[in-house]
């Protein structure tokens, strides 16, 4: 991390250190409850104000976490379903460069399923031993890649609150959903692109990534 | 291009200085011709001396030709149906740095079909405004990856020769076949895990990366 994104995110650190978000009442009984990417105690303290475990607790966290709160970052992994990273943090986070190797060191942290973040080469979900490949919509130009991650995780979740099918193939479709709304955010800057989506948008976008990776072999026997 | 390359490259380039291949008779009526990475004089050589044109040629080239040898490059070019490059030569090729933008630039040139080989981030497939994303394997760890680009050129082409599809579905998945035996090259040192495989290896292969793509999206209406 350069030091100009270590002090931003420092400044921010210290404004967030009273930052103390109470669950509103209304909000207890979620089945999915992600958890974006603050600092692991305030993490941890979202999970402790729901009275009822939701189905599926997602976590998103960043390298700076795992500089300054290992020990509470540790702690919040314990409790989670899902972790969201990408390809620098799982290196960082297990100590293995490769990413099978990284991702089944981070899967014996806690969660059982892991999305590893390729930005335009993709994301890896991984679950126990099964892996499953997303690939990123290879586009002419990215215009502002910023919050494309929050809109996968946005896109992600989304979809798995509308099937409740947390199982590996329920993860899988939902990551696809969730690169396709992302490929739309880098299209324009800030949320322009995806407050003006539609439905039609977004399902040709998901056939074309089907389009992008469906193959038949005809085995040669 | 480092210079110990670099020297390398022009050491063998001097040697290679005095190679004029003759294709020898009983190649003549090859449905496919594979242009290794020699000079494109070399390469143009090759076609020349093929009484009737290939079904299918296809060209593998690298940086170094683009910097020294760029009008013959471009004479090839406009020879072959197919090219192999990695993603950095595709942005030297064409200027270009967003790979959609430099497979348009480079497909103006001559061939038809692009592949753009992003190691261990799989393989782009363009043909027009069609593009196919082949992963690589997500693997434990590359043991040596010296021949592994040679190694997808080979099993790319052997498969193509099988089949006889040349068409962008024939190319698809003879990029899938080429990626899974590529996956073999990288295990072992040279060619030692090549020389033991069997067919069930390669079936066994081929059908991970099958599983590694595979999805199916329930729309939610």
Redesign the interface.
């Known amino acids: 991390m350069d030091m100009n994104t270590r002090d931003t995110l420092e400044t921010q650190l210290n404004v967030l250190g009273d930052f103390e978000p109470v669950v509103p009442a209304s909000y207890q009984g979620a089945d999915i409850l992600m958890l974006g990417n603050l600092s692991p105690a305030v993490q941890l303290s979202v999970i402790e104000q729901m009275k009822e475990r939701p189905k599926l607790i997602v976590l998103d966290t960043m390298n700076f976490w795992m500089e300054i709160a290992m020990p509470d970052l540790e702690k919040v992994l314990k409790e989670v379903d899902v972790l969201l990273v990408n390809d620098s943090e799982a290196r960082q986070l297990s100590g293995q460069y ?4 990284a991702a089944k060191e981070i899967m014996k942290m806690g969660p059982q399923y892991l999305v590893i973040k ?1 930005g335009e ?2 994301a ?1 979900l991984f679950d126990g031993d099964h ?5 990123a919509l ?4 990215v215009f502002d890649p910023t919050g494309a991650g929050d809109t996968f995780a946005g896109g992600f979740v989304g ?1 798995l609150d ?2 409740k ?1 947390f199982s590996f ?1 329920g993860m ?2 939902a990551i ?2 969730g690169s396709a709304i992302a490929s739309f955010c880098v299209e324009k800057f800030g949320t322009a692109r995806l407050r003006e989506l539609t439905r039609k948008d977004i ?1 040709e976008r ?1 056939q074309q990534f ?4 469906n ?6 026997k």
Chains 1, 2 share one sequence.
């Open positions: 490769s990413l099978v190797r390729k080469h993709g890896l892996v499953f490949f997303a690939p290879p586009i002419d130009e979809y509308s099937t099918d193939e899988k479709s696809i959903i399902d998901v089907v389009e992008l990776v193959f038949d072999i005809a085995l040669v």
